[in-house]
């Protein structure tokens, strides 16, 4: 099976700090697409930034941004300035590029911000 | 734009019974998935659909039915219930995965005793 891979369980953060959750995947293909995924104690899954493979450029969505090493297989999340909401669940994700576009999902990381 | 609403939000069942969750979307997606979280295991995939009449097994089927006879709903069967089946319980939907990703609707939270 090819798989997504969180190794951080926890992770805790001070507020406006900077903290980077790891995520490596597996996978044969060469065209695919990464996410992470935040999901609040609401329960909401919510879309904090999307990475094609075939970019180098690493994404950025304000104080989120990527680093994506492709030889590596390996597509870490950086949040900076961390705040109080940004406490959560992170998931990471692979898209497969197949026709039913299926997303393989990580066993996720949850963040505490502290003061 | 309510997006993606699944109904109900909190289920308790007994071993054996069925129920179905629902799941509606209001955004003209052709793709339509259902996922189930455990603690500390991520999300599996139960069920796909990639239009209206097409549906496909993910990786977690077994126990589970659905149907897409319209594209605005994708309700997931539960027969038999089972003590292994209590989960959240995620539908979701997108236009276009690799561009969108998915929208997740709020999630079912089921407890089969």
């Known amino acids: 099976a090819q798989t997504v891979t969180q190794s951080q369980p926890e992770m805790s953060v001070q507020e406006a700090e900077t903290v980077t959750l790891s995520c490596t995947y597996d996978?044969?293909?060469?065209?695919?697409?990464l996410f992470w995924y935040k999901q609040p104690p609401s329960r909401q899954m919510i879309l904090v930034i999307r990475?094609?493979?075939?970019?180098?450029q690493n994404a950025t969505e304000n104080r989120f941004s990527v680093n994506f090493q492709k030889a590596a297989k390996s597509f870490s999340l950086k949040i900076s300035d961390s705040q109080l909401g940004d406490a959560a669940m992170y998931f990471c994700a692979r898209l497969d590029t197949g026709t039913a576009s299926k997303l393989t999902f990580g066993t996720g990381t949850r963040l505490q911000v502290t003061l | 734009n309510a997006g993606v609403t699944q109904t109900p939000k909190f289920r308790i069942l007994k071993i054996g019974q069925s129920m179905t969750l629902q799941c509606t979307q209001d955004?003209?997606?052709?793709?339509m998935y259902w996922y189930r979280q455990d603690p500390g295991m991520g999300l599996k995939l139960i069920y796909y659909s990639v239009g209206a009449g097409i549906t496909d097994k993910g990786e977690v089927p077994n126990g589970y039915n659905v149907s897409r006879s319209t594209t605005e709903d994708f309700p997931l069967r539960l027969e038999l219930a089972a003590p292994s089946q209590t989960s959240v319980y995620f539908c979701a939907s997108s236009f276009s995965p690799r561009n969108y990703g998915y929208t997740f609707g709020s999630g079912t939270r089921l407890t089969v005793v």
């Open positions: 955004m003209n997606h052709n793709y």
């Open positions: 996978t044969s293909e060469s065209d695919y697409y």
């Open positions: 990475q094609e493979a075939y970019k180098q």
